[in-house]
């Protein structure tokens, strides 16, 4: 529960300060492909919600991490069972506790997902921000995750 409150402030923090879309995907969603690099392993994925519903997920975080050079990567990508064609797609991550945002997609007009991002985490946890735009006028998902897949 505390993590979801959180990660409800963060989103806000975050895209108050002008962040815009982020996306991910599921069953029919954008396949997750590693972007990061062959050195980059799949920890996990984080769904990103429709913003006013809370229930439908329009997209997914992907986090993978080097643990050669204790960096961590980030990417957003739509799920295309909810929303199709082009799309503000944004992605940000940082290391928890950092006041420093490594962003891709702000203003962007993303078919299919955002980033890559890096940053260096060994040995602590990562904040990851989300948020897909895929309506002109109402249709939004976002997401916010604090101290999360700790390396």
């Given at each position: 529960?505390?993590?979801?409150?959180?990660?409800?402030?963060?989103?806000?923090?975050?895209?108050?300060?002008?962040?815009?879309?982020l996306s991910a995907g599921a069953a029919h969603a954008y396949p997750r492909v590693n972007k990061c690099g062959s050195a980059y392993t799949f920890k996990q994925s984080w769904e990103i919600t429709d913003s006013r519903t809370l229930s439908a997920v329009v997209g997914f975080i992907d986090i993978y991490y080097n643990s050669g050079n204790g960096y961590n990567c980030a990417i957003a990508r739509g799920?295309?069972?909810?929303?199709?064609?082009?799309?503000?797609?944004?992605?940000?991550?940082?290391?928890?506790?950092?006041?420093?945002?490594?962003?891709?997609?702000?203003?962007?007009?993303?078919?299919?997902?955002?980033?890559?991002?890096?940053?260096?985490?060994?040995g602590a946890c990562v904040d990851f921000?989300?948020?897909?735009?895929?309506?002109?006028?109402?249709g939004?998902?976002?997401?916010?995750?604090?101290?999360?897949?700790?390396?």
């Open positions: 529960m505390i993590k979801k409150h959180l990660a409800t402030a963060l989103a806000a923090t975050v895209l108050a300060g002008g962040f815009v879309g799920n295309d069972a909810v929303v199709t064609g082009q799309h503000e797609i944004t992605v940000a991550l940082r290391r928890s506790g950092g006041s420093t945002w490594v962003q891709d997609g702000a203003g962007s007009n993303y078919t299919s997902y955002a980033g890559p991002v890096y940053t260096y985490a060994k921000v989300g948020r897909l735009a895929y309506n002109e006028f109402s939004q998902g976002d997401a916010g995750y604090s101290y999360e897949h700790c390396g």
